[in-house]
């Protein structure tokens, strides 16, 4: 009895050994209909189904199924037909094939993804007596792989408005918003030709830079030193970018910036009686709108009234003057600070201090001359009386010239 249920153990484990490895694939990579597959693609997927069982197991009514592994997995792929017939595979090496028909996310990000295969069969009955018995073989770990699409975009940039005979920090920021991943990717601003190589230089290490390896959601950043040239024209400029990598990889792209059209102002004065006029000149290249100019408070002069003046807009060349009412602080140099401030072609408004040698006909004049106007007034008046005084008593004061006279 106890060695019939040895036997009986015995040809239990063998029959389960069988049924376990009857069903193989042939790789642990998916074989897909178009290779590599992209974010996007609807394809088929291949599952080679082997039949590598002994002594002539066989399976019957063969159903394969496929099944992401992960959430990751389900979130890149969707299976639109996931389970397939292979009807039955009886001779010991026979291979069928299965094939699901498959939809990648546009979304999905390159690399790696898992899936499971189920094989379920009927296979070999113990005895002719019992039924033949389903049983299941997993393949796990079924790898697809998906090649993504690399975008490299210029997402933001600090170039805005530059000036002429001038040098700018400026920081470009790329970002990867494809789905693949680029190798050795390199930045070019190119400045070779035309209206950009007599006006836009980078100072330094030249016009290429290393973003390295950007994968999906990356991103980079170069920071450089933009110089304008002094004759740079005013306007609107787009230097071209081109970003290179690794397997082929290339976009152009452009960075705008505006070139400012600023201006610069010539002082002098001219000072009159109870006034002093300050005299304005633009004397750059391009015109200069609301100009307005202003005395600050300083130590060497003071001014009474109002401190600033609105002149207008100054075409290149053009002259106008404001008067303003200036004392000059005794005891002090002769240094007279003005600012202007202006808005230049590109809308931005600008500040310019100025600085102006001045001198005064006498220090402190206009509070001196309203003291002596004060006495020359009183004097004036005292002698208006006297001779008053003189005329109505003109005949008194003869009578009494002539009695002296007589005595």
Do not use: C
Request: charged residues 15%; proline residues 4%; neutral net charge.
């Amino acid at each position: 009895m106890k060695r019939l249920n040895i036997i009986y153990v015995i040809f239990a484990v063998v029959s389960a050994l069988l049924l376990a490895q009857v069903a193989s694939a042939a790789s642990d990579y998916l074989v897909t209909e178009s290779a590599p597959v992209y974010p996007g693609d609807t394809t088929y997927v291949y599952v080679p189904i082997k039949n590598i069982g002994f002594f002539a197991s066989f399976m019957e009514d063969v159903s394969v199924r496929l099944v992401p592994k992960d959430n990751a997995s389900a979130k890149a792929v969707t299976i639109l037909d996931d389970v397939y017939s292979l009807g039955t595979i009886n001779n010991w090496g026979d291979q069928r094939t299965a094939k699901f028909r498959i939809h990648v996310n546009p979304d999905a990000v390159e690399g790696d993804y898992y899936f499971d295969v189920y094989i379920t069969y009927k296979g070999q009955s113990t005895s002719s007596s019992t039924p033949q018995t389903p049983a299941t073989t997993k393949l796990e770990d079924q790898i697809l792989t998906i090649k993504g699409k690399p975008v490299i975009v210029l997402l933001n940039s600090t170039l805005g408005i530059v000036e002429p005979m001038s040098i700018n920090r400026e920081t470009l920021q790329f970002k990867n918003t494809g789905t693949g991943t680029v190798q050795n990717v390199v930045a070019e601003i190119s400045l070779g030709s035309g209206d950009m190589k007599s006006s836009f230089s980078i100072l330094g290490g030249g016009t290429q830079f290393s973003l390295g390896n950007l994968k999906p959601g990356d991103d980079a950043y170069i920071t450089f030193d933009l110089a304008v040239d002094i004759a740079t024209r005013p306007g609107v400029y787009n230097l071209p970018l081109k970003i290179t990598g690794l397997n082929n990889y290339s976009s152009s792209d452009y960075v705008g910036l505006v070139v400012a059209g600023t201006t610069d102002f010539e002082l002098s004065y001219q000072e009159t009686i109870g006034s002093f006029s300050l005299n304005v000149a633009n004397i750059g290249v391009n015109p200069a709108s609301a100009v307005t100019i202003s005395l600050p408070q300083q130590k060497n002069f003071s001014s009474t009234g109002s401190s600033s003046a609105v002149l207008g807009n100054l075409n290149p060349g053009d002259y106008t003057s404001a008067i303003f009412q200036v004392v000059k602080t005794q005891g002090t140099g002769r240094d007279l600070d003005v600012e202007i401030q202006y808005t230049d072609t590109s809308g931005k408004r600008h500040t310019i201090a100025k600085n102006l040698a001045v001198e005064l006909s006498t220090a402190g004049a206009q509070a001196g001359n309203r003291r002596s106007g004060s006495i020359n007034y009183t004097a004036l008046l005292l002698a208006v009386i006297i001779i008053a005084a003189i005329y109505w008593q003109r005949r008194k004061i003869t009578a009494y010239y002539q009695k002296l006279k007589g005595g």
